[in-house]
């Protein structure tokens, strides 16, 4: 083979390899990224209209069906080159253990060991207590939220009114429910004016009144 000949078939290879360079990087570069429709079951079936082909950052408003919720709490997905982002869409929403006990009261039906998202559960409390907040809990997404207290009611004891030298002024109950007011007498003396003779039961304290000769 004469060098004419070899110098021809270089130069023929060169321009080959070049040539194939070249529609490689071409074809690559001309393959889109995409995203199609995701196969979630989670997702809310009303917006299975929105899923269509869309291309590298798109995004899509989204929600997810009962008893899910969005990953990371976000409201649209994002097409990337991994597919769409947050992957999963949707996780499911875990459920609430058996509802926290309420001092001095007690659950108004008796109590699961799961309660479902956006589960209620009504509690009350006992005879003369009054109850401070809504009678309910709520489970949201796992942990129960809501907050309520028993305030106790305040008893009215004979003996520590003897020694205070008082007795009631007409009422003859020795319960008092919280926030209720109570009015004493002087069993014998005058009041010493410390402790005025009306009281308020706050919550089980009652401070009582002192008559002296």
Not at 158 to 186: A, G, P, W
């Amino acid at each position: 083979m004469d060098q004419t000949h070899k110098d021809n078939m270089h130069a023929i290879t060169k321009s080959s390899i070049l040539f194939l360079c070249i529609c490689a990087l071409t074809s690559v570069t001309s393959q889109e990224v995409t995203c199609s429709r995701p196969q979630d079951r989670a997702l809310s079936s009303r917006q299975s209209w929105r899923w269509w082909l869309n291309k590298l950052g798109d995004t899509v408003r989204y929600t997810c069906r009962s008893g899910y919720r969005s990953t990371g709490g976000v409201t649209q997905a994002t097409c990337t080159r991994d597919g769409w982002e947050p992957n999963p869409l949707c996780q499911e929403i875990p459920p609430c253990g058996t509802p926290p006990p309420l001092e001095d009261g007690d659950t108004k039906t008796a109590m699961k060991e799961h309660y479902s998202h956006n589960e209620t559960i009504e509690y009350m409390c006992q005879s003369y207590y009054i109850m401070e907040g809504e009678p309910y809990k709520t489970c949201l997404y796992g942990e129960w939220t809501g907050h309520m207290r028993c305030l106790r009611p305040c008893i009215v004891n004979e003996d520590e009114m003897s020694q205070h030298n008082i007795t009631l002024k007409s009422s003859s109950t020795k319960y008092l429910v919280h926030d209720e007011i109570i009015e004493f007498r002087c069993t014998r003396g005058l009041s010493t004016g410390t402790v005025a003779m009306r009281q308020r039961c706050n919550s089980g304290v009652l401070v009582l009144p002192t008559c002296r000769e």
